[in-house]
């Protein structure tokens, strides 16, 4: 098929002027420009989604969907009620009672601060992955009866912390404490370590403990009563829309939490972060385009005369401006397409092997999470591919309007 003669002439004016060369250097490294600059940005645009969803699927192992809860901060009293009502809204898949309160732990003459939770054995696991994150023991050991000591699950980093193995003896205490004759005095009871988990997060892992729902009861004075409920639902992102069909089918004194809310700030500023980053690489692109005006200028200034030529056979100025609108368009294209490519071979190869480690205690994971979507990709090339377009239209006007009697005259 024969081409249009602005594509042919547009490919020719990017080849060497070798009579067998296959592309000039100027041209390459125009390529070359773009191309890093697409795989730049696709790679650093995956660490960004891949941080964001690393810790909204950690946060949500670790926490339910939503949760209800007491606004008199008593607790609620009748828990088996609330849930049989709050299982009937739709998209609500499980529920789980559980009391929240902060103590001191301590153990081998180390002390930590910590957010303990009462829960549920039989039913947390319905409604968070703690049971799928145990490394060691289970939650069932938390209610096996018998024992001269209750039982308690720590996380990884703080049982390491503590030094501390399961069948090791764990203190805590309540620093709000009991009234006595000697005044406020803390209350402390020891607790047995039955399991050891693994939230893949490492202020998760140092900073929750659970135990059995009857104990924290009797631990913080609660009888009967518990800090709310726990609900999972079946879509995350609808996670808002459900928690306040909730709120309106409990009504006062209850109100619910979602986890965006109780995730706002981090998420907003991984989200502020993401926007700053695209803009960076928007940036680096239009750089890497700067390539792309000095190689159609210079190939206008070498290409002078052939353009008179063209021009008084009776070429338009459109029709010269479209070859270098083409050419333009060729490098910004083949730059695109490669460094697509190369970014989303890095990023699966990377993600793959987890060939870069982090150290965890700063950047809550282990390994540098990877993670990079066809919308992404797509919105880096149309981005690369509309600089490239805006690159050359500067150099195709300057083309167009050259005079051809002003050319010739001096050949």
Do not use: C
């Not at 024969?2 to 490919?11: A, C, G, M």
């Not at 997060?201 to 004075?221: C, H, R, S, W």
């Amino acid at each position: 098929m024969k081409l249009p003669f602005e594509i042919f002439v547009s490919l020719r004016y990017l080849r060497s002027k070798k009579r067998y060369g296959t592309v000039s250097l100027n041209t390459f490294i125009s390529v070359a420009g773009v191309m890093i600059g697409v795989a730049t940005s696709i790679i650093t645009l995956s660490v960004m989604t891949g941080f964001q969803g690393y810790f909204r699927d950690k946060i949500l192992s670790a926490i339910s969907h939503v949760v209800v809860m007491d606004f008199s901060g008593q607790g609620v009293k009748d828990a088996s009620a609330l849930q049989a009502q709050v299982a009937k809204v739709p998209h609500v898949t499980a529920t789980t009672p559980f009391i929240i309160n902060q103590v001191m732990l301590a153990a081998n003459e180390r002390v930590q601060g910590v957010v303990v939770r009462g829960i549920d054995p039989r039913t947390e696991g319905n409604v968070t992955d703690l049971k799928k994150n145990m490394k060691e023991g289970s939650l069932e050991a938390l209610e096996v009866e018998g024992k001269l000591l209750p039982g308690i699950i720590v996380g990884e980093d703080l049982a390491r912390k503590f030094g501390a193995t399961t069948g090791d003896t764990i203190t805590m205490v309540n620093p709000i404490g009991e009234e006595s004759v000697m005044g406020m005095v803390p209350k402390m009871r020891k607790f047995q370590l039955v399991g050891i988990f693994d939230a893949g997060m490492y202020d998760y892992n140092t900073g929750f403990v659970y135990i059995a729902l009857p104990e924290a009861q009797k631990f913080f004075n609660m009888p009967g009563r518990v800090s709310g409920i726990q609900v999972r639902v079946d879509d995350i992102y609808q996670a808002a829309q459900t928690a306040d069909a909730v709120q309106a089918s409990v009504g006062y004194p209850y109100y619910t939490r979602n986890w965006i809310e109780m995730n706002k700030n981090f998420f907003s500023a991984l989200k502020l972060e993401k926007i700053g980053m695209s803009l960076i690489l928007a940036v680096i692109i239009i750089v890497a385009s700067f390539n792309i005006i000095g190689t159609l200028t210079m190939i206008v200034m070498e290409k002078s005369r052939e353009i008179a030529i063209l021009k008084s056979m009776g070429a338009t100025e459109r029709s010269i401006m479209n070859i270098f609108m083409i050419s333009g368009l060729i490098i910004g294209l083949v730059g695109t397409v490669i460094g697509a490519v190369l970014g989303y071979g890095a990023v699966t190869v990377i993600s793959r092997s987890g060939l870069i480690s982090l150290p965890k205690d700063v950047y809550q994971v282990g390994h540098l999470p990877l993670a990079i979507t066809g919308y992404d990709i797509l919105f880096i090339s149309l981005m690369a591919l509309g600089i490239s377009f805006l690159a050359t239209i500067y150099p195709a006007w300057q083309a167009a309007r050259q005079d051809p009697v002003e050319v010739l005259r001096y050949e």
